[in-house]
């Protein structure tokens, strides 16, 4: 799962393994759930 830090703004990867709620960079404990790309289809008009 990806999630970044709100104080630095970094990207933090947790697995089942390491499941914690501290960044590992800065110690802050509030992160936020990253995103999905949004995916855009594009079609032809007829």
């Known amino acids: 799962m990806v999630y ?3 104080r630095c ?3 933090v ?3 089942a ?3 914690s ?5 800065c110690g802050f ?3 936020k759930k990253g995103k999905p790309e ?8 007829k």
């Open 21 to 25: 709620v501290r960044c590992p960079y």
């Open 4 to 6: 970044f830090c709100l």
């Open 29 to 31: 404990r509030a992160l």
């Open 17 to 19: 393994e390491t499941q």
């Open 38 to 45: 949004l995916v855009v289809k594009t079609m032809k008009a």
């Open 9 to 11: 703004k970094k990207i």
């Open 13 to 15: 990867e947790t697995t």
